[in-house]
Structures are given as structure tokens and as C-alpha cells.
């Protein structure tokens, strides 16, 4: 699909350099000329809608941590004068903070487009597993990060989490001591945690690098699902989808100066601008927004090593899920039974996420039903989706016809957005 290379260097300079560093050749093949489906839609915006927002978070992060102590002593105020005296230390702030939730918001629309319309499956496996690589640095990233104002919320959370590591048998202890550098939470762990979300973004962004490349050998996928037949299926990446993406980047901005300049601390904490103290445990630690999922399926199994397991394992589950899908066809358009499944699944991560903001012996609203056995049964709605529905499925479905060719669907009715 990414063919051979359809550059010409127009003058001097360009031949000389074409000769000694391709670097034109490179863009213009992957950005301007490349063949593109001509039937992506909205969901397929989000991947250059991402690159913007780790972009965001480079920049923002390198001028924060410019003004920002790393020390226990000093972190909370240093963000409180980041805050109040730095010149536009506010808005640098609240673009970062929220900007994590808009590029987690990003990230999962992102991926659930991905499984919706079977972008895992071959030959894109390697594409998706760089994808759950990206989230999992990400999810790191954003923990990591959530520690530095050293505000109660930091502070306990950080405890929350590094605690996991002491379910490991036998060495837990000792790992989670090696990660603390002391034992508690404290300022060495302070330093390694800044020290680690100043670099993880940039190995993201290495990643990501790799995303790109290995989504421009196969080609895009598209809301068919089926393969690109010919040039009648395809249009230059330039000017269509640059145009596209740069319409739905605006919008995407739109929201997200909203965020910024009408509710900046709606995603956060109110605990958090208390700052840390060792001694006094809020009463009800909550992890950030795109974490609660992952939370409550923490807190569905009694065991705290098996609750860990379950946990992590409910994002390794991703990288198997190329293997896990038996269908031969991909998009969830021509699936009768996976599409309602998959939203299902859409249903069962919110409702998940409900269930970790809540206290863990809270019960569903005036009911009476207690949260966690609705947490238990989205747990295992979540692995019986990739375990057994994504097998099973795709044996005993009877797939709708496909189109023929991306030329015939587009303009033809019946396979109208969706
Ligand atoms: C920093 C984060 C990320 C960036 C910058 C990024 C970037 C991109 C870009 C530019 C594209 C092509 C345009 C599009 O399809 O939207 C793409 C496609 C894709 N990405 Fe990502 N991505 C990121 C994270 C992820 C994650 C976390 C996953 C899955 C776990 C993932 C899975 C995919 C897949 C499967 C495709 C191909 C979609 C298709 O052709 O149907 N990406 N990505």
C-alpha cells in the first residue's frame, strides 16, 4: 500500500539533499501523496487529534518544569507560585493537567475505533500492540505525573499504587522499598517520579514513531473493513485528510480550551490542593478519571494479588486480541453479533468507571444493589468480551455481505457513516 515513492525533488537544493538525507521523500510520501482509503471518517481523526495532544504535553511540561521543585519540602508550593507568579504559569498548568484528560479522552475514543472496526487484525497486529505499548506508557506517564504537586490526593495515591508491587510473593516487599528509595513514600520517590514522566514522553513519542511506520506499510484500515483494491479506493493523504484532520483538531481545541478556561479544575481533586501529609488519610482516595475502570475491577476480587492480576491483565488482554478475533471479517458494521457486544463493552467501561468513583461499599444509587457485584459482573462482562466473545463470535456468525470495493460503497446509501 505504501508503494513506491512518488517524489520528485523540484530544484537543485532538493535533488542534492534527495541524494544525501531523503528526509523530503519521507514526508512527502507519508504525509502528501500517500494512498489513503477515501472513506475514513470523524473516529479516523483522532490519531493526528493524539499527536497533538503529546505535542501539548512536551511543551507545556518542559516550561513547567522549568519553575517546578522536586523536593517534598517544596513541590506543593512551587506549584502554587507556578500558579499565582510566574507569568502564565496558570494557564500552562491547567493546559497540562487537562490536557492529559483530553488526550486520555483522545486515546480511548482512539482505540475503541480500533477494535470497532477490527484495525487489530492482520495485517495491522503489530500496529495495535505498539498502540497498547503507547497506552500503557501513557497510564504510567499520567500516574507518574498526578505525584509531582505532592497535594493529599499525590501523595495517597502514589501509596495506593507502588503498594500493589508488595503482592507480589515473597519479594513484594522488598520491590515496592525499591521503588519507594525509602520506607515510605517519600522525597527520593518524589525526585524518581519526576525524574521518570520528564522522560516517558519522549520514549511515547519514539513509539509513536514506530506506530506511524508500522500503520504506513499495511495502509489505513477503514469503516469497511476490506481491503483497498485499487487507486479508484484511495486519495492523496494531502490535501483531503490534512484539511479533515485540521477541521476536527479545531474542534477538538474548541473543547479543550473550554475545559481550560470555563471548568479547569473539573477533572480534579478537590483533596489535592491540600498539601501531603503522611499523617491524615483522606477519606476516599480516587484515582484520576481514566483510571476508575481499571480501579473497580481492582477492588471486584477480594485478594489483593489476584485483584492486581485482574487489573493488569484487563490491559495485557489487548495485546492478544489480533489472535483472540477468529472472524475473517473485520468491521463491526458487518458483524450482527459483535456490534452489540461491542457496545456492550463501550457500556461496561463506563459503568465500571461509576463503580471505581464510588466508595468500594457504596450502593447503585437508591437501590440498594452494592457497586461492587456490579463491578464484578462488568469484570468479567470485560474478559468474557475478549476471552470467549471475540473467539466465539467469529465461528458462529453469519457476516452481512461485504461491499465490493471501497469505490462501490462510497456514495451508495445502505453503508452511509456508521
Ligand atoms: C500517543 C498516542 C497515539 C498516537 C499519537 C497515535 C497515532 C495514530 C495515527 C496518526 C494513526 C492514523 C490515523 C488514525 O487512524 O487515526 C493511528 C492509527 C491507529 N492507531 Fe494509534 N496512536 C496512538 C495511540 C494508540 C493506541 C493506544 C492504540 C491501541 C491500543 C492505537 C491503535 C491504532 C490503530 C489500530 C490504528 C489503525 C487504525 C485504522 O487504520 O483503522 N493507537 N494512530
Known sequence: MSGPSTYVPANGFTRWLDSRLPILRLMNDTMTSF?????????????GILTFCLAVQIVTGIVLAMHYVPNDK???????????DVNYGWLLRYVHANGASMFFLAVYIHMFRGLYYGSYKAPREVLWILGVVIYLLMMATGFLGYVLPWGQMSFWGATVITNFFSAIPVVGESVTHWLWGGFAVGDPTLNRFFSLHYLLPFVIAGVVG????????????????????????????????????????VLFAILFAGLVFYSPNFVGEVDNYTPANPLVTPEHIVPEWYYLPFYAML??????????????????????????????????????????AFWLLVADCLILGYVGKNKPDAMLLSTGIPLLWIGRIGT???????????PILGLIETPKPLPESIAKAVGDKSHAAE
Open 210 to 249: 514506530l506506530h506511524i511506520w508500522a500503520l504506513h506499510v499495511p495502509g489505513n484500515n477503514n469503516p469497511l473493513g476490506i481491503d483497498v483494491k485499487g487507486p479508484q479506493d484511495t486519495v492523496p493523504f494531502h490535501p483531503f485528510y490534512t484539511a479533515k484532520d485540521a477541521f476536527y483538531l
Open 35 to 47: 494512498p489513503t482509503p477515501r472513506n475514513l471518517n470523524f473516529w479516523y481523526t483522532f490519531g
Open 299 to 340: 477492588r471486584s476480587v477480594p485478594d489483593k494479588l489476584l485483584g492486581v492480576l485482574t487489573m493488569f491483565g484487563a490491559i495485557a488482554i489487548l495485546f492478544f486480541a489480533p489472535w483472540l478475533d477468529t472472524s475473517k471479517v473485520r468491521s463491526a458494521r458487518f458483524r450482527p453479533l459483535l456490534k452489540p
Open 380 to 390: 468479567l462482562y470485560y474478559y468474557g468480551y475478549f476471552l470467549v466473545l471475540l
Open 74 to 84: 517544596m513541590a506543593f508550593d512551587s506549584v502554587e507560585n507556578i500558579m499565582r
